[in-house]
Every structure is written in structure tokens, then in C-alpha cells.
């Protein structure tokens, strides 16, 4: 098992904690309020992530071989939805991203308990997670 997949089970486990999903929805966005801060020069068209409702700011580098990234936005829900991202993708090495699929998407009930928008924001998300680490892993 590789660290996204680990960071994935983690994941799943410490939601399993919570009865319903307001007590979910709750931590989530309690997770996006401890988002470190984003470079204010970065909240730029390059750094923006299309097919999102919300405005949402995605900047990834490579250090030492691993993806870090920073993002953020300006709607708590997906600000939160940002920070499980991090979670999982950020410091993670780009093959490890390409060989893990997304399953806490799914075993997490996101699919159910999201908005349509809010889905496909998750979803945008994660596809420029993927192009990043394509790129970083056809460079690297």
C-alpha cells in the first residue's frame, strides 16, 4: 500500500467516527479553517480551477521529488473538501497519485452527500491533482 492509499484508509477510518453527516459536514469544514494561508499573489486565472462553483486556487511544485501543494477557496465547504485533498495528495510522490484511484469519494458518501455542483468541484480538483502529477512524473 502506498502513502495516498494509506492517507486514504486514514481518512476513511477517522470519518467512520461520526454518526451522521452534519457532524461530517461539521469537520469538513472545521478541516478547510486550518488551511495554511494562500499566497494572495497566486490567486490568479493561471492558478484557477475550472469547474468549480466556487472560486478555487491550486498551485502545485515539486520538492524533492514529492507534489506539495497549496490551494484554497473562498466557500467553506470546499475550502474543507480542499484541506481532505491535501490530506491524501499533498508531499505524496507523483506515481503514488497516478496508482491510487479515489475511493474515499465514494466510501466516504461524497457522491451521495454532495451537491451536483459540489461534486463536480471535487471532481475538477482531483482531475488537476492527476495532470499535476502526470506532468511531474513525465518530467521527473
Known amino acids: 500500500m502506498n502513502e495516498v492509499q494509506q492517507a486514504q484508509e486514514e481518512l476513511i477510518e477517522e470519518f467512520s467516527f461520526f454518526d451522521d453527516w452534519m457532524d461530517r459536514y461539521q469537520y469538513i469544514i472545521d478541516l478547510g479553517r486550518r488551511l495554511p494561508a494562500f499566497p494572495e499573489a497566486a490567486m490568479t486565472d493561471e492558478h484557477k480551477i475550472r469547474g468549480c462553483q466556487s472560486q478555487v486556487w491550486f498551485v502545485a511544485e515539486v520538492q524533492e ?23 491524501i495528495y499533498n508531499d505524496r510522490k507523483p506515481d503514488d497519485i497516478l496508482a491510487s484511484s479515489p475511493d474515499f469519494v465514494s466510501k466516504l458518501g461524497f457522491e451521495q452527500h454532495l451537491s451536483p455542483t459540489r461534486s463536480n468541484g471535487l471532481a475538477a480538483m482531483l482531475q488537476a491533482i492527476h495532470d499535476f502529477a502526470r506532468e511531474a512524473a513525465r518530467q521527473g
Not at 484554497?72 to 474543507?80: E, F, L, P, R, W
Open 65 to 87: 521529488g514529492r507534489l506539495h501543494f497549496q490551494a484554497t477557496s473562498d466557500a467553506a465547504i470546499v475550502s474543507g473538501l480542499i484541506a481532505v485533498l491535501l490530506r
